[in-house]
Nanobody, 130 residues
Framework: QVQLVESGGGSVQAGGSLRLSCVGS????????MGWFRQASGKEREGVAA????????YYADSVKGRFTISQDNAKNAVILQMNSLKPDDTAMYYC???????????????????????WGQGTQVTVSS
Protein backbone atom coordinates (compact mmCIF):
# COMPACT_ATOMS: atom_id res chain seq x y z
CA GLN A 1 0.00 0.00 0.00
CA VAL A 2 1.43 3.32 -1.09
CA GLN A 3 0.60 6.37 0.98
CA LEU A 4 1.20 9.87 -0.34
CA VAL A 5 1.14 13.07 1.68
CA GLU A 6 1.31 16.48 0.01
CA SER A 7 2.46 19.70 1.61
CA GLY A 8 3.65 23.14 0.63
CA GLY A 9 0.45 24.73 -0.55
CA GLY A 10 -0.59 28.19 0.51
CA SER A 11 -1.63 31.63 -0.64
CA VAL A 12 0.63 33.76 -2.80
CA GLN A 13 0.33 36.75 -5.05
CA ALA A 14 0.59 36.45 -8.80
CA GLY A 15 4.18 36.11 -9.89
CA GLY A 16 5.15 34.32 -6.72
CA SER A 17 6.44 30.79 -6.18
CA LEU A 18 5.52 27.72 -4.20
CA ARG A 19 7.20 24.38 -3.75
CA LEU A 20 4.91 21.40 -3.31
CA SER A 21 6.21 18.21 -1.81
CA CYS A 22 4.73 14.72 -1.96
CA VAL A 23 6.25 12.32 0.54
CA GLY A 24 5.64 8.63 0.07
CA SER A 25 5.55 5.64 2.37
CA UNK A 26 5.09 1.97 1.58
CA UNK A 27 7.08 2.28 -1.64
CA UNK A 28 10.11 4.00 -3.09
CA UNK A 29 8.69 6.78 -5.21
CA UNK A 30 11.64 6.83 -7.58
CA UNK A 31 10.66 3.31 -8.64
CA UNK A 32 7.17 4.41 -9.56
CA UNK A 33 5.64 6.78 -12.08
CA MET A 34 4.44 9.91 -10.34
CA GLY A 35 2.21 12.77 -11.30
CA TRP A 36 0.71 16.00 -10.05
CA PHE A 37 -2.88 16.88 -10.78
CA ARG A 38 -5.03 19.82 -9.85
CA GLN A 39 -8.69 20.56 -9.60
CA ALA A 40 -10.09 24.04 -9.42
CA SER A 41 -13.52 24.71 -8.00
CA GLY A 42 -16.18 23.80 -10.55
CA LYS A 43 -13.66 22.40 -13.03
CA GLU A 44 -12.46 18.97 -14.00
CA ARG A 45 -9.28 17.51 -12.67
CA GLU A 46 -6.30 18.08 -14.96
CA GLY A 47 -2.83 16.68 -15.17
CA VAL A 48 -0.15 19.22 -14.37
CA ALA A 49 3.12 17.31 -14.56
CA ALA A 50 4.50 13.80 -14.36
CA UNK A 51 7.83 12.11 -13.98
CA UNK A 52 8.90 8.68 -15.07
CA UNK A 53 10.64 6.04 -13.05
CA UNK A 54 13.95 7.31 -11.70
CA UNK A 55 13.28 10.63 -13.39
CA UNK A 56 13.68 9.10 -16.82
CA UNK A 57 11.24 11.51 -18.41
CA UNK A 58 9.05 14.46 -17.52
CA TYR A 59 5.76 15.72 -18.88
CA TYR A 60 3.97 19.03 -18.45
CA ALA A 61 0.64 20.52 -19.32
CA ASP A 62 0.98 23.31 -21.86
CA SER A 63 -0.42 25.76 -19.33
CA VAL A 64 2.51 25.25 -16.95
CA LYS A 65 5.44 24.60 -19.28
CA GLY A 66 8.36 26.86 -18.49
CA ARG A 67 6.92 27.75 -15.08
CA PHE A 68 6.62 24.44 -13.21
CA THR A 69 9.28 21.81 -12.66
CA ILE A 70 8.73 18.27 -11.38
CA SER A 71 11.60 16.42 -9.76
CA GLN A 72 12.42 13.68 -7.29
CA ASP A 73 14.08 13.99 -3.91
CA ASN A 74 15.31 10.48 -3.31
CA ALA A 75 16.72 11.29 0.12
CA LYS A 76 13.24 12.20 1.32
CA ASN A 77 11.36 9.70 -0.86
CA ALA A 78 9.48 12.62 -2.30
CA VAL A 79 8.33 14.16 -5.54
CA ILE A 80 8.62 17.92 -5.80
CA LEU A 81 6.63 20.38 -7.88
CA GLN A 82 8.37 23.74 -8.06
CA MET A 83 5.91 26.36 -9.22
CA ASN A 84 7.18 29.74 -10.37
CA SER A 85 5.49 32.75 -11.95
CA LEU A 86 2.19 31.68 -10.50
CA LYS A 87 -1.02 32.99 -11.98
CA PRO A 88 -4.54 33.26 -10.56
CA ASP A 89 -5.54 30.46 -12.97
CA ASP A 90 -3.20 28.14 -11.05
CA THR A 91 -5.52 28.32 -8.04
CA ALA A 92 -6.66 24.78 -7.28
CA MET A 93 -6.30 21.80 -5.01
CA TYR A 94 -3.14 19.97 -6.02
CA TYR A 95 -2.85 16.22 -5.74
CA CYS A 96 0.06 13.87 -5.98
CA UNK A 97 -0.58 10.47 -7.52
CA UNK A 98 1.24 7.28 -8.44
CA UNK A 99 0.70 4.84 -11.30
CA UNK A 100 2.18 1.43 -11.84
CA UNK A 101 5.41 0.63 -13.66
CA UNK A 102 6.35 -2.59 -15.40
CA UNK A 103 9.67 -3.63 -16.88
CA UNK A 104 7.97 -4.55 -20.15
CA UNK A 105 5.70 -1.54 -20.62
CA UNK A 106 7.26 1.16 -18.51
CA UNK A 107 4.82 3.58 -16.92
CA UNK A 108 1.28 2.25 -17.29
CA UNK A 109 -1.36 4.34 -18.99
CA UNK A 110 -1.25 8.00 -19.96
CA UNK A 111 0.55 10.55 -17.84
CA UNK A 112 -2.34 13.00 -17.58
CA UNK A 113 -5.19 10.51 -17.28
CA UNK A 114 -6.18 10.37 -13.67
CA UNK A 115 -7.89 6.98 -13.97
CA UNK A 116 -4.51 5.41 -14.71
CA UNK A 117 -3.23 6.34 -11.26
CA UNK A 118 -4.00 4.00 -8.41
CA UNK A 119 -2.70 5.90 -5.39
CA TRP A 120 -3.56 9.47 -4.46
CA GLY A 121 -2.69 11.93 -1.74
CA GLN A 122 -5.22 14.06 0.12
CA GLY A 123 -4.28 17.26 -1.69
CA THR A 124 -2.87 20.65 -0.80
CA GLN A 125 -4.56 23.95 -1.63
CA VAL A 126 -2.84 26.58 -3.75
CA THR A 127 -4.40 30.02 -3.98
CA VAL A 128 -2.94 32.73 -6.21
CA SER A 129 -4.29 36.25 -5.91
CA SER A 130 -4.00 38.97 -8.53
Amino acid sequence: QVQLVESGGGSVQAGGSLRLSCVGSGATLSSRCMGWFRQASGKEREGVAAIGRAGSSTYYADSVKGRFTISQDNAKNAVILQMNSLKPDDTAMYYCASRPFSLFRGCQGVWDRGDDYNYWGQGTQVTVSS
